[in-house]
Nanobody
Framework: QLQASGGGLVQTGGSLRLSCAAS????????MAWSRQAPGKEREFVAA????????YYADSVKDRFTISRDNAKNTMYLQMNRLKPEDTAVYYC?????????????????WGQGTQVTVSS
């Protein structure tokens, strides 16, 4: 089970930190990712991290503003979001994929948490 939290309302330029707490499985056996879906748009992956944390991926739209990290001892993944923009407004989801494949193989993400709303006001 994946539980995302930390969303909220923030002004342009502000920061938020999302958390994704995992339970029921061995967290370190999974690559993890954050995905978001804005109203009327398709879901997009914005960041991913390999099972051990050595590999990370960022979509161009969030590169240099967002930082993904994980603490396997706490079974938790994080997304630090800085310099937020109105276009970052979306529901953010965390997802997990078995570590046998690449952490940027999006079709492998088959465990999803409920979303957390992020709203950036202009």
């Amino acid at each position: 089970q994946l539980q995302a939290s930390g969303g909220g309302l923030v002004q342009t330029g502000g920061s938020l930190r999302l958390s994704c707490a995992a339970s029921g499985r061995t967290f370190s056996n999974y690559n993890m990712a954050w995905s978001r879906q804005a109203p009327g748009k398709e879901r997009e992956f914005v960041a991913a991290i390999s099972w051990g944390g050595a590999g990370t991926y960022y979509a161009d739209s969030v590169k240099d503003r967002f930082t993904i990290s994980r603490d396997n001892a706490k079974n938790t993944m994080y997304l630090q979001m800085n310099r937020l923009k109105p276009e970052d407004t979306a529901v953010y989801y965390c997802a997990a994929a078995p570590r046998g494949g690449s952490y940027v193989l999006w079709d492998s993400y088959d465990y999803w948490g409920q979303g957390t709303q992020v709203t950036v006001s202009s």
